[in-house]
């Protein structure tokens, strides 16, 4: 069992960055590919970035490619998402999440671990 817990979330202005970090415990973690998601109010879970075991292999949603970047540190059982050049329409609940597979996963449902989750505001 992997427990994931996220923090870094804040208030931040249109153009802002922040720095989001998942702590991961329980599992051995570099047997897992980590990925964030994000849910804006009365939307559905969207797939924000993901991270292949080695770190090596990333892949981003269209509408974070050149403002994210996922990394992480294995020594430290640690994901990371520096977010850049924030919108509004970032405004989100991130969530860090974790799976098992050599392959890059999009979609929340092949993902089986989450954390619960950390809110991030971008005010205009």
């Known amino acids: 069992q992997v427990q994931l817990v996220e923090s870094g979330g804040g208030l931040v202005q249109a153009g802002g960055s922040l720095r989001l970090s998942c702590a991961a415990s329980?599992?051995?973690?570099?047997?897992?590919?980590m990925g964030w998601f994000r849910q804006a109010a009365g939307k559905e879970r969207e797939f924000v970035a993901t991270?292949?075991?080695?770190?090596?292999?990333?892949l981003y949603g269209d509408s974070m490619k050149g403002r994210f970047t996922i990394s992480r540190d294995n020594a430290k059982n640690m994901v990371y998402l520096q977010m850049n050049s924030l919108k509004p329409e970032d405004t989100a609940v991130y969530y860090c999440?974790?799976?098992?597979?050599?392959?890059?996963?999009?979609?929340?449902?092949?993902?089986?671990?989450w954390g619960q989750g950390t809110q991030v505001t971008v005010s205009s």
């Open positions: 999440a974790a799976f098992i597979s050599w392959l890059l996963r999009t979609r929340a449902t092949d993902y089986t671990y």
């Open positions: 329980g599992g051995t973690f570099n047997d897992y590919g």
């Open positions: 991270i292949s075991r080695s770190g090596v292999n990333t």
